[in-house]
Nanobody, 127 residues
Framework: EVQVVESGGGWVQAGGSLRLSCATS????????IGWFRQAPGKEREGVSC????????YYADSVKGRFTISSDNAKKTVYLQMNSLKPEDTAVYYC????????????????????WGQGTQVTVSS
């Protein structure tokens, strides 16, 4: 059974940092792309960052480039999202997903979903 479990959310002041963890089990770790999505109240779900565990390639949404860093620990079968310089607009429920579904259009590629999802972790950034 595939399991995806997030942890590490919380409350932080603007400019602060948090690290989210996504622990996985039930599949060969490097078989899937794994990534983070977020959804704020009243907004659509947004693909934040993804990593190809097999080759280390990464994706970042423009809104988080230069502030967030995704990484993976193959021994622990865990993906991390280091979030620095947090802004109030980063406030959302963050979800980890495995087996990322990508959209390819006009030479651009971005994540639109996943085959397996965690339960989500709340990140709140106060101004």
């Amino acid at each position: 059974e595939v399991q995806v479990v997030e942890s590490g959310g919380g409350w932080v002041q603007a400019g602060g940092s948090l690290r989210l963890s996504c622990a996985t089990s039930g599949f060969t770790f490097d078989a899937f792309d794994i990534g983070w999505f977020r959804q704020a109240p009243g907004k659509e779900r947004e693909g934040v960052s993804c990593i190809s565990v097999s080759d280390g390639s990464t994706y970042y949404a423009d809104s988080v480039k230069g502030r967030f860093t995704i990484s993976s620990d193959n021994a622990k079968k865990t993906v991390y999202l280091q979030m620095n310089s947090l802004k109030p607009e980063d406030t959302a429920v963050y979800y980890c997903a495995a087996d990322i579904i990508w959209m390819n259009l006009y030479g651009s590629k971005w994540p639109v979903g996943g085959g397996y999802w965690g339960q989500g972790t709340q990140v709140t950034v106060s101004s």
